[in-house]
């Protein structure tokens, strides 16, 4: 790693106004500065400061999922998760490792769902969570994709710039972890390479990086291994990963800028990396500054897999009446996110749509004869990118009658039932019948035999467990099976 020298440095605070992105009336970041008193006084005794390389740095994340007073816009539970799961990609090279420190947030305000710099501040004052590093998802931060604000130590990042394939999260923790943009002093003032650069120097808040290096440790961001970048505003790199843009230093030294570095203003599909000596300064910030939140393990172990299938219905048909669904759980998940769709697509109004703690669900009453569509996300406080399982189908039964006795429909107050509780069976015939009760081995609990009745209550006394009722009509042999779980 290359060794910088002291320097006498001098502390810049700037309010970056970024020019407009497409779903932004300001900007990409706009981050208020950075803290560059603590990294001036990193990079002039590095000596004092342990990066503490070989060690995975776990932090908690407290995320506030904020949606307008109406409980609308809130970013969703997928989007989130790929977000995180980007982030902690993006962090692996500098083994720093992000995990929930609770469940999401949800705060429902207009102001603060469209807000300034103003109403961020105070949003932050009044919800962060001083044993975290807090996030907040919003509609509008300050017009921007995002921004970190040092005075509540914080950040704030945009629906509509998240997801799988989004590096603003990783770009503004890296502010949060110390991380100036690589332009540092720049912002705000556009690079026009036809005119002279002292017009542009003449603009600017900071001294320009050259490209030879001599004043790479106190010019922009401090680091030498990060290339000169004048660039402050968003642009896409060609197939090396540079701009297309030709600048010149002030010696005269043509360069292009590096858009591999999360840092820069490159789009997002150039950026893929911290530099060694940025990972030092993180890893120093959080030693120096956050290292009563650095955690020694994960609370909990990682997802490897996903569903691979329902467990209810068994017989791919379920009742209308308030049906129970359940799928295969899936190893160290502690959450589910479901959605249930009477369309494959799972466009409209869903049929359900939350998160569960179970692998299982108990639905609203469904219409008969009909198909739905059930996918799950499975994740826990650690591990975000599992992604949704296949796409499962099940039928409701069809409440006619043709005459013959398989045919006859059942229906269950519900598949899952409380220990005590009573089991209500609702037929649409009065046909004799012999109910009986197995357990998982197969063995029978309990029947009995019934004639002339419609609605049938059986209490469950029985520990809790998993169970199947068989219904049999004498004569043709058993028609319904259904599984029956008492918590």
Known sequence: MKKIHAFLFFTLCILSTIPAKAQ??????????????????????????????????YLPLQVHLVADSMGKRRMSIPTILQTLHKVNQDMQQAEIRFYLYRDFDNIDNTTWFNHDYSGGAQMMRINNIRSAVNVYTVGSPAGNCGYYLPGQDAVALSNSCSGANSSTLTHELGHLLSLPHTFFGCEGVRYNPNEPLSVFKSKIRGTLEKVDGSNCSFAADRFCDTEPDYLSYRWTCNGDGRSSVLLKDENNQTFRANGTLFMSYANDACATRFSDEQIEAMRANISSRRGQLVAQSLPQGEITSNVTGLLLPEDNKVQTMRPAVAWEPVQNATRYYVKVSKRKSF?????????????????????????YYIKIYPYNFVSFGAGFSPTFSFQTESLASTGSPKSLAVKLSSNLIARGATLQLFFDNTTSKDISLYDLSGKRLFQTHVLGRRTISLPMTWPEGNYFLRIMYPGSGPIHTRRITVY
Request: charged share 20%.
């Open 24 to 57: 932004h009336s300001q900007g990409y970041c706009g981050t208020q500065g950075t803290d560059m008193k603590w990294l001036n006084h990193y990079v002039q005794h590095r000596n004092l400061y342990n990066p503490e390389w070989g060690t995975i740095m």
């Open 347 to 371: 466009g409209g109004a869903p049929i359900f749509k939350g998160i569960v703690k179970k692998n299982e669900i108990q639905l609203p009453d469904l219409k008969p004869g009909r198909t």
